[in-house]
Every structure is written in structure tokens, then in C-alpha cells.
């Protein structure tokens, strides 16, 4: 049974970069076919995809979101991580890492596997 | 980007009747090769979504046959047969076609 956790800081200050990381358990991201996902929902509710990133390191991110994320992955540490700068008030968020096995270029679908969730606010 | 519209907001429900939810495209869903990209995401209290179904109208696993997806193009909906509690929650619509992925603003199922 595939399982991902998510860690990182709970705040970041405005204007900071907040940074989380998934480990993966019960599966290797470097056996390929599967796209590791990253995933956000807001107070209010509404969630946004962020983008995601293959075991060989390709990524494919949310156009709105492009300028400010990097997602990257270690194959070593079975784990894959998410970056994102400039971090505002509207970042504040649940941030949850998921997995599928249906990506093309942007289009993805059957999210089979998340994490719990990790919330991170932004706020001095 | 595809906006996806999900009604109603809310929906009360006795255990053991029906329950439908609506989920609307600003574009169509269906790919070239036949399939919709349409999934359904149900998020109990507490927890993080889960997969219901998947392009359109495929169950994932584990999802009992009371919840079945239909729908094409633009207009999809959720049937969840004979309620139970334990299908109390939000339910979100999501299209894959296109980036970016975008999720409809939920739905969230209670008990009478």
C-alpha cells in the first residue's frame, strides 16, 4: 500500500519561500509511470494543482503559479519536494502531495493516492 | 483555464434515498479518443480527497457500485444510491483534459 506524508515548516514569512517535501513509502518513485503531484487547498475550500514531476525529474506546472514554483525529486530519498517563492498571504493553504499514473503534458487524471495534507501559513 | 460549476451547494439527504450532483465544464471534456476527462473526488471530514470515479464513469477501486459517474461533453453528474452515512462529505469534480487541472467549488453532502 502506497502511502505519502507531507513535512515542512507550518509558517513562512511574507516574501519567503515555503518548502515542503512527500516521502513516499510502500513504493519506489524511480520505477517510473507515475507522476508525483502537488495539490493545494485553500481555507475557503477550493482546491488548485500545482504541477507535478516524473521520476526523472520532468515537470509540468500550473501556468499561474510557474514563475514561483519549482518541484523537484529524490530518487535516492524515495521523496519529491515543492518550492515556491514569494510566499503571500494567498499561499496560505493545506498542501497535499498525491500520485497518478495518467499525465500527458498537462493532463492528468485518477489522483489514486494522497497525503493527509500539510497547512502552511503565511504570516509575520 | 476550464471552469467547472458544481450544484447544488448543499445536499441534505435521508439515509437510504438518492442523491445527484451536477458538475458543468466551460469546455468540453471529451478527448479525441473517446474518453471524458472527468473525475470525482469525495473529501470526508477530516481527511484528504478521495478517488471515486475517474474518466467520467470508471469506479476506482474499492468504491462500492452505489456511486456511479455518467455524463459527456460538458455535463456530468454523481449518483449516489441508498445513502449512507458513511458518504457524508464534499464532493469535487475535476477535469484533466487541459492544464491547468481544475476542480469544481464542491458539493457537500449531509445527513437529514
Known amino acids: 500500500q502506497v502511502q505519502l506524508q507531507e513535512s515542512g515548516p507550518g509558517l513562512v514569512k511574507p516574501s519567503q519561500t515555503l518548502s515542503l517535501t512527500c516521502n513516499v513509502s510502500g513504493g519506489s518513485i524511480s520505477t517510473g509511470g507515475y507522476y508525483w503531484t502537488w495539490i493545494r487547498q485553500f481555507p475557503g475550500k477550493g482546491l488548485e494543482w500545482i504541477g507535478y514531476t516524473d521520476y526523472s525529474g520532468s515537470t509540468y506546472y500550473n501556468p499561474a503559479l510557474k514563475s514561483r514554483v519549482t518541484i523537484s525529486v529524490d530518487t535516492s530519498r524515495n521523496h519529491f519536494s515543492l518550492r515556491l517563492t514569494g510566499g503571500t498571504a494567498a499561499d496560505t493553504a493545506v498542501y497535499y502531495c498525491a500520485r497518478t499514473g495518467y499525465c500527458m503534458g498537462g493532463r492528468c487524471y485518477r489522483f489514486d493516492y494522497w497525503g493527509q495534507g500539510a497547512l502552511v501559513t503565511v504570516s509575520a | 483555464d476550464i471552469v467547472m460549476t458544481q450544484s447544488p451547494l448543499s445536499l441534505p439527504v435521508t439515509p437510504g434515498e438518492s442523491a445527484s450532483i451536477s458538475c458543468r465544464s466551460s469546455q468540453s471534456l471529451l478527448h479525441r479518443n473517446g474518453d471524458n476527462h472527468l473525475d470525482w473526488y469525495l473529501q470526508k471530514p477530516g481527511q484528504s480527497p478521495q478517488l471515486l470515479i475517474y474518466?467520467?464513469?470508471f469506479r476506482a477501486s474499492g468504491v462500492p457500485d452505489r456511486i456511479s459517474g455518467s455524463g459527456t461533453g460538458t455535463d456530468f453528474t454523481l449518483k449516489i444510491s441508498r445513502v449512507e452515512a458513511e458518504d457524508v462529505g464534499v464532493y469535487y469534480c475535476m477535469q484533466g483534459l487541459q492544464a491547468p487541472l481544475t476542480f469544481g467549488g464542491g458539493t457537500k453532502v449531509e445527513i437529514k
Open positions: 474518466l467520467g464513469s
